[in-house]
């Protein structure tokens, strides 16, 4: 399929204002960027992994306590700059109000990431690379037991330089957890999309109008919504490893198969196996 040049990006936004409420028992009152997984905390796997990518500048929307981020994240050659911006109303709203207050701050295409992830580093890669300015990662199913379906269109052929048959783009049509009998499931919603400031302006636009408190909408929602006035495109890759923690069960998950899967992605592609 014919896809426009690489826009690439030089600034991240980590959504990170949410409660943990699912994972007390396992952080206690800290946000969950800050879980550990074995030894570092997930939010700094990030932060390292888009040092590497060559992302100079994060934005950090935080909420709750916010003061533990800003503590624990002290400047560090390993990051990018790093911005905090807080949601004051992160208790009684969804993230994408968090985004929402970060648009005085965002005046170019950016990098978009959820901070409870862990994943292969080549998720990054293969957004920030990505041809085009908007796109959405998707993967292969989960059984994560809280998945978010991206519904799209018939399935494109990719470039060459994908390399992969496990790699598949095409046009979002819905974002949901819900079923929708006439749309195509084409993969998972993992978290990671690039946003150019015209679909960021249509999601704040669409957010904006609809807002009330409280509001529990998502920025993948608004996605959803506003593909119908301008193409989204998803890339799946069908075998990336991967995984939000979210709650008990993802972090006992995380820490028994994905991590350990990760480990072994990321050795056979550093041995070049």
Known sequence: MKKSTISRVNTAVILAAGMGIRLRNVIGFCPKGMLKVDGKSIIVRSLESLKKEGIKRVVIVTGFQESKY????QP??????IEFIHSPRFAETGSMHSLFVAKNYLNENFLLLE???????????LVINYNGPDVVLASGKTGSNDEVYIYGKDQEECSESEESYNIVSGKILAI???PRPNMLIQGELVGISKISMNLFRLMCGQHEENLTFPCSNHYEECISEVSSKQMVPFLRVSDLVWTEIDNQFHYD?????????IIQQETIKREGK
């Not at 800003?70 to 994240?73: K, R």
């Open 76 to 81: 560090n050659n390993k990051f990018p700059k």
């Open 253 to 261: 998950r995380a820490i028994k198969k994905i991590y350990p899967r």
């Open 115 to 125: 901070s409870d992830l862990i994943y292969e580093s080549r998720a990054l890669s």
């Open 70 to 73: 800003i503590e624990y994240l």
């Open 176 to 178: 949901s957890k819900k």
